[in-house]
């Protein structure tokens, strides 16, 4: 994990109303990369932000966990606000993206 991931990660968490990250990809789709990782002898984790650097701007790619103490949606509204300012300082002039799933709503996300 770069440190600009780990520092967008950290911002996520510290977001009013998310319990917690969950791996980019669905379960399924990180059982294969693991799968095929280890039969290439590659060891690997599942990483639970990602950054991928575009032509228009970066991308951000994520999937958390919220408390359902605060509404959804206003969860949501709130990460993608705070990862789209830490990225507007990271890549001046460029216009980031997010792409955020909701995968668990409840205090046991």
Known sequence: MTDL???LCDTVLATE?????FPVDPAW???LKGGLARAAGQATAAPVLEVQTRG???LVRLRIGVTGAIPTPAVA???SARLRRQLSEAFPGQKPAIA???C???SDS
């Open 5 to 7: 991931e780990q520092a």
């Open 17 to 21: 109303g998310v319990a917690r990250l």
């Open 29 to 31: 789709q990180v059982a």
């Open 56 to 58: 228009r701007g970066p």
């Open 77 to 79: 509204r709130a990460v």
């Open 100 to 102: 955020l799933q909701i």
């Open 104 to 106: 668990a709503i409840g």
